[in-house]
């Protein structure tokens, strides 16, 4: 009898993430202000290339975006069930503390973005720091910015606890707001010439910080191949490891500096067969879409967030019954992987005598990566399924098929039920 493991409940992962995105100001306002001084300063006469920003658009960013947009922006993708990850980068530009708040600006407007935050996003939405300030490197000792950048000269960070320290720092001021944090993004493309010390720092200060011992970091945006959901240090026996959570498409909903609007069809078309995420959807593979808070902003015209819900509802004619796809969180796609890989499988078989043609089976599973939804192919016809001596019910159509159901499609069952640490029992009557 085989046994493999599939997608979540049949259906291919979606998830969005959201950058930049931070209580009360615009991050590209102060990003690109702070850019130009730096290049004032150590590169005089040199003008700023594009990555650096446009300093004639200055004129027509906001230096915030307001808690109302927040809200709307919120409430829109939990009706229309988007999930995945939004930053909150804890010190942003060094303007204020999201544990301290920001004084230069109405204190109501503070409070609505924290309410906001664990009220309405954090359900549906991972909520990480993206690193300190985003901008420039802060001075752990001091709390001034250094002329250093976080995803500039950060890049190649420093490889001993100075990183770890770093990201350590980034999760409390989250943690004192009462926000557990599921991992870490990174700002650009911070740590990406030390991947491996910057996944141990992430694990390290997880670990410590939020008691979390499988988080993620998110670090690669891949156009030129397919999706896959690295795992670095495993530690098998001790429900420990950490997921690279790696998007395939963006940012091409308003850009990150939100004058630069992207389109829908880069995504997909509106006959669903062209864009970046048709052949991922057809191969079955994480679709993770990246996209920058002041891009869907957009400078109060809200472009961008009007490219998510023609995206959104492109998704929707793709998979009109919801049984193809999966809205989740980044965490969850992570803790799904791992439990895919990390779980033991073993069938034991028993014929009955008296009924031949019958018979028993059971299947022990033994992991230390629990998960939602786990879900198992069997190429066997089955009648009857108990998990850990609890009935599951069975279904007829993709459609129901849901958590604690199982369903037969010709000489296949599929079963799906929440795994748990420790050893699980299916018992099988075929
Ligand atoms: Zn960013």
Redesign the pocket.
Known sequence: MNVTVCNPLLRTPLSLIV??SCPVIN?TYYWIHQRHAWKARHQPGVSPERWEGNASQLKKIPPTIPADFAYEWAEWCWENGVKGKF?LIPYPAGVGRVDEGFSNFPVHEYQAWLRIYREIIWPNFDLTP?MLT?TAVVDLDTFTLTEEWE?VEWVDPPVDNKLTDYIITAMEMLDNVGILCEGV????AFGKRQEAAYAKAVLTASQEVTNNPRPFYFLWLKHDELPDVPIWYAEKEKGIAIASIVSCAGDWFGG?TGYDLGNADRFITEDLQGGRLPPILEKELPCVLVG?WPGFYFNGEKSGFDVLKTVKARLNSYDPDGTKTLWMKNSEIGHYWMAREFTEIVVIEERMESLPVTGKREIKLSTQFPTANFTLAIDESIRHVQVNEWDLRQVHSRRDFQRDTFLCEGKQTFIAFDLEVGDTVLELIL
């Open positions: 950058d930049d991050l930053s993206e985003h995803q993004t990174s700002p650009g990150w920058h």
